[in-house]
């Protein structure tokens, strides 16, 4: 972690609250389904990795290259993440997603890495690479996350969200 490192949010403020709030999001039916999961390294970062790699996520421009369609995936579910993480008390969605392909992503693991560019009271701004087997960058994306003010409807939408009152 780098000295200047800030916590996206005091609900999850080390690395050990992210790492137990990725270990339950993980386990959910649609990240395993997707084949991603998330991984924290730093305060600072959302990263989501799919390791390993398999068939049902390539077939980009008909060869061995990641689709996509799952690239566009990783980089909605790590600009979300970071829009959430912003403001966990409250709804979030994923708005506007800016993507730029440089090349061709392959490899047996790849990776999605998030940051936050600015956070206001209804709008959250990241921005997102994706590395390669061989940890290039091969796109990048700017995005936008929508706030909605107040608590998620549901209350039982609102633990599962926060892993079960996840204790920082």
Known sequence: MTADAKPFS??????ESL????????????????????EFD???????VIDPVTPVHRG???????????????????????GWLTRPDTRSATVN???TFFRPTRGERIAAEARLVRAGLNLVFAAA????????????????CAIALGKADSQEIYERMRGGGVAP
């Open 129 to 144: 690479e994706i590395l390669d087997g061989d940890g290039r960058v091969t796109a990048r994306c700017d995005g936008t």
């Open 10 to 15: 005091p609900a999850y403020p080390t690395l």
């Open 19 to 38: 790492r137990t709030l990725g270990e339950m999001w993980n386990a959910s039916p649609p990240m395993r389904h997707f084949g991603a999961r998330l």
């Open 97 to 99: 997603l800016s993507m």
């Open 60 to 82: 980009g421009l008909g060869t061995e290259a990641i689709n996509g369609v799952v690239l566009a995936g990783l980089f909605d579910l790590v600009i979300g993440t970071v």
């Open 42 to 48: 730093r305060v600072d970062r959302v990263r989501a």
